[in-house]
């Protein structure tokens, strides 16, 4: 528990950390980083390079300061840090680590104002909040543990299949190494895989949704090879694109994460992707299709053209197999060879105006998934017509920023 004291000392520390609080999570990650190497393993550090995660730990650190007195409005978020963390394998002993060097670092800051008062009620709010999280990953590592099929942490998984699905995606069929079922989960979920990154020369884990509904015996993820080699945010997919063969083992986690759909709910539900962001959708969709199949269900898709359309025989069939369910499909860059009305639906980036026609039930859920500019502007298209933020769900990959 924090002393009234300590409460007003963090409060107080609000200013500072909305003026410099990308310094100091930039020279925590510096000073970690240097201090414990063996920790770049754990952190995705194209996010690293980017100043991704610094600036995602500077809005959670002043979130917190702003929110000393009620911890409890961070539940979500919570929630959200400890499921990313359950699936890169973070261990209690890690938060010691974070913590010295998190509150070494605000000493650095500020100097002479760091005086002991402060510095002890940082060291106590920090060490409430490790609590918090400790104690909910404790909670997702049992219950992944505890389902059938389950596990926490990392488990071996060999490369039973590999498909290239169109330019650029690849799709890896994962089984259990040691031969072992798997649990079930829900659609939308997403794994991390770990695995050595030889450009980078560090064993590093990403994120990746699973891109089949559950139930075949296998976990696939489905990779769109990013940018280039040279790039930090490309090294991954590079990397499994080039060297991840069928019968190859890699690490992965447990399934996790809260974009799903209430599958035997009555109201619609408009997908709403673009590019590599279909992925979390298709196993939305053939869940659907099998276990609520009469539910009206709008898929609206944007990709360039007919080879950039991962995953499009799955949507199919599964619309198809729906008589409430309707596809639209924009693409932005239509080859010659793609036909209207068969390839695709209409030319260029999704309209407010098309949304309009989609959406004129105010009771239907949205789905959003898709390169982040996609997403702000389709999210702001939605307000504008009225539908109101609880009905908008998206998912953001890698740190999961993007409002
Ligand atoms: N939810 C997430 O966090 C996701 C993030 N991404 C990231 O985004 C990047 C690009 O993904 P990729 O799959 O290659 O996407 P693409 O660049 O292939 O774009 C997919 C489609 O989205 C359209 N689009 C892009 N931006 C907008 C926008 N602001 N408004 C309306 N339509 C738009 C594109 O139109 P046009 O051809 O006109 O640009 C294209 O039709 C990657 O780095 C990827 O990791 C991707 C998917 C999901």
Not at 23 to 33: A, G, V
Not at 120 to 133: H, I, M, R, V
Not at 172 to 191: I, K, M, N, R, T
Not at 345 to 351: D, K, L, M, P, Y
Request: charged share 20%; aromatic share 8%.
């Amino acid at each position: 528990m924090l002393t009234a004291n300590q409460i007003a000392l963090i409060k107080a520390s609000v200013p500072f950390l909305e003026e410099h609080g990308l310094e100091l999570t930039t020279h925590f990650y510096r000073r970690m980083l240097e201090g414990n190497p063996e920790l770049k393993s754990v952190f995705n550090q194209a996010h690293q390079m980017k100043g991704e995660q610094q600036m995602s730990l500077a809005v959670a650190v002043l979130a917190y300061a702003k929110n000393i007195e009620n911890p409890a409005v961070l539940a979500g978020a919570v929630r959200r840090i400890a499921q990313k963390h359950c699936t890169i394998g973070i261990r209690p002993e890690q938060y010691a680590i974070v913590g010295r060097h998190l509150i070494a670092s605000l000493g650095e800051l500020l100097g002479e104002a760091a005086t002991p008062e402060l510095v002890d009620a940082w060291t106590a709010a920090y060490q409430q909040l490790a609590d918090l999280l400790i104690a909910t990953e404790q909670k997702i590592y049992d219950e992944q543990a505890n389902v059938e099929g389950g596990w926490s942490s990392w488990r071996p998984m060999r490369v039973a299949n590999r498909v290239e699905e169109c330019r650029d995606v690849v799709s890896f069929y994962l089984e259990p190494a040691d031969g072992g079922p798997l649990p079930a989960y829900a659609p939308g979920q997403y794994v991390s895989v770990r695995t050595f990154v030889k450009e980078l020369g560090l064993v590093q884990p990403r994120q990746y949704t699973i891109s089949q509904a559950s139930g075949t015996g296998f976990i696939r993820i489905t990779v769109k090879r990013i940018a280039g080699d040279t790039t930090p945010e490309g090294r991954m997919s590079n990397h499994l694109h080039k060297y991840l063969k069928t019968g190859d083992v890699i690490d992965v986690s447990a399934p996790t994460g809260d974009f799903t759909i209430d599958v035997k709910a009555e109201h619609p539900v408009v997908f709403i992707a673009a590019g590599i962001g279909i992925t979390p959708m298709v196993p939305m969709i053939e869940t659907l299709a099998t276990e609520n199949p009469l539910r009206e269900v709008h898929f609206i898709y944007s990709t360039q053209n007919s080879e950039t359309y991962p995953l499009r025989a799955e949507v199919e069939r599964a619309v198809s197999g729906m008589p409430n369910a309707a596809s639209a499909v924009f693409f932005t860059k239509p080859l010659e060879k793609d036909r209207i009305g068969v390839d695709y639906n209409a030319e260029g980036r999704i309209s407010v105006d098309e949304l309009r026609n989609f959406c004129q039930n105010p009771d239907a859920d949205f789905y959003l998934c898709g390169p982040i500019p996609f997403m702000k502007s389709i999210a702001e298209a939605l307000r504008s017509i009225g539908i109101i933020a609880p009905r908008i769900h998206s998912e953001a990959f890698g740190t999961g920023d993007w409002e």
